[in-house]
């Protein structure tokens, strides 16, 4: 009879050899002592795991205090509102990166090494973000140069509210409907922007229309006497309010209106005039045009 041979011939020899090597290595393993050195492994990473946590809330605690004292820091310094909500929003940024690159170290992993892949995903996370940095250098160049602060009225991208917020990336601004309205600083610090508040003082104007055979003058000492008796308006010599003749339109007489009051007081006074415009020039014999139509009926013969 032909022996029958265990190896299977189909195999290289090397390979069935390596195969043998293998099995005996694991069966000549100290397996009490790898199942206690992967034991140790495991709680040391649990360990590990469990201070990290606790770093991290106990780090998140600590940055809202250190949060809280930078506030109170420049608030008696008296920061203006805008470099301090700038800055608090920036040191929490930062303090949070710290806290983040401490837990990772207890983790275990090289922070050395983190920070070089993090350097380089900075720059290619910077060329995919570059309208963020944009943003950012947009708040510096707020911060530097000032075109508004917190609290000012401004007209910008098509928004019109006071500043609240003047942040890292972006302004928040309260429209007066109450809605709060985020614009990126990029575009705030290249694009145009109407600050009703940066300056004093500012001019009120009207238009106010009445009828042909009305007496202007008449009408335009009616509207000084309502303008003077208003103490919110500025009724020094080169800043007194003025009443002239604007326009002659096709079925009214267009007197332009001007006076100046505090920036705070602008709607005030525009409001509180109109009303007081509408309700006295009548008594003065002052009428008010407004389309009307005649209608002639004849009968014929």
Known sequence: ???????????????????????????????????????????????????????????????????????????????????????????????????????????????????ALFASAGVAIGMALSGTLQNFAGGVLILLLKPYKVGDFIEAQGYAGTVREIQIFHTIISTGDNKSILIPNGPLSTGSINNASREMTRRVDWTVSISYGDDVQKARQAI?????????????????PVVFLGKLNDSSIDLTVRAWTESANYWGVFHDTNERIYNELPTHGINFPYPHVEVVMSKEA
């Open 1 to 115: 009879m032909t022996p029958i041979s265990l190896i299977d011939t189909t195999q290289p020899t090397d390979t069935v050899a390596a195969t043998k090597h293998t099995f005996a290595d694991l069966a000549n393993l100290d397996w009490p002592n790898v199942v206690q050195q992967l034991t140790s492994s495991a709680i040391d990473f649990v360990l590990k795991l469990v201070v990290a946590a606790i770093v991290f809330y106990a780090g998140k605690l600590i940055v809202r205090k250190l949060h809280r004292l930078i506030s109170r820091l420049l608030e008696a310094r008296e920061a203006e509102p805008s470099l301090r909500t700038f800055i608090l929003s920036l040191a929490k940024i930062v303090m949070m990166f710290v806290l983040i690159i401490v837990v990772i170290g207890i983790l275990g992993i090289e922070t050395s090494s983190f920070l």
């Open 224 to 240: 000084l006497n309502i303008l003077n008796s208003d103490e919110r308006v500025i009724k020094t010599e080169s800043l007194a």
